[in-house]
């Protein structure tokens, strides 16, 4: 497998000084930066607007945009030109498929993230029209939640089925992440690791970046 990819979440940066959070985590070698983008109705919280978006883009890292909504349809639409991935949730619409199709029509690579009680056994009616699976290892809305450890049982299911499909999907897990339950998840399958709290809490974000990998 190839070196793991990490993402820090904007979720956890200091609100007040966001450009310098994200300078800080590029230059520690981050590989994309997550974005979680949340309406206070799929999720109980508000998080970050499309402005935003757009100017966290400038900044050089690209944007993985996990999209926390009901309203699908106008934030890909609205999102779309900050995104290098645009993930939505399998729970939010009953047209996976056609939602899929309609990201990758924008040209973007398209994600679907599955909740804690989500099994993942619809993958393979949507097989083709997925880049990146996104694993929920908390439930979502809320920063600095525990890891639930039963979720790697389903990060190992969703390899098995890439590799027996011959597919290149990537396997995305976001919640809870920390060098102590990094390794785990890489030898499940992960191959982007989303971490919030454990790199723009920590003293050093170089070192923490470096353990996660």
């Known amino acids: 497998?190839?070196?793991?990819?990490?993402?820090?979440?904007?979720?956890?940066?200091?609100?007040?000084?966001?450009?310098?959070?994200?300078?800080?985590?590029?230059?520690?070698?981050?590989?994309?930066?997550?974005?979680?983008?949340?309406?206070?109705?799929?999720?109980?919280?508000?998080?970050?607007?499309?402005?935003a978006a757009r100017r966290m883009k400038q900044l050089g890292l690209p944007l993985d945009i996990h999209l926390m909504v009901d309203c699908l349809d106008w934030a890909i639409s609205a999102f779309s030109g900050s995104a290098e991935y645009l993930t939505v949730h399998a729970e939010a619409t009953p047209h996976l498929h056609r939602t899929l199709q309609y990201i990758k029509s924008l040209g973007l690579?398209?994600?679907?993230?599955?909740?804690?009680?989500?099994?993942?056994?619809?993958?393979?009616?949507?097989?083709?029209?997925?880049?990146?699976?996104?694993?929920?290892?908390?439930?979502?809305?809320?920063?600095g939640q525990a890891f639930i450890p039963e979720m790697v049982d389903k990060v190992s299911w969703v390899r098995r089925f890439i590799v027996e499909r011959g597919l290149s999907a990537e396997i995305e897990v976001d919640g809870g992440v920390t060098a102590d339950n990094a390794r785990i998840l890489r030898e499940a399958g992960a191959s982007i690791l989303v971490a919030g709290s454990y790199v723009f809490k920590a003293a050093h974000r170089q070192a923490a970046i470096s353990r996660l990998r």
Do not use: R
């Open 109 to 143: 690579k398209s994600g679907v993230a599955l909740n804690p009680s989500t099994p993942p056994d619809f993958l393979p009616f949507v097989a083709d029209q997925v880049d990146l699976v996104l694993i929920m290892t908390v439930n979502p809305g809320w920063g």
């Open 1 to 51: 497998m190839s070196e793991i990819k990490v993402a820090p979440s904007v979720l956890a940066a200091d609100p007040l000084c966001l450009a310098e959070e994200i300078a800080t985590v590029k230059d520690a070698g981050a590989d994309l930066l997550h974005l979680d983008i949340m309406d206070g109705h799929f999720v109980p919280n508000l998080t970050f607007g499309v402005e």
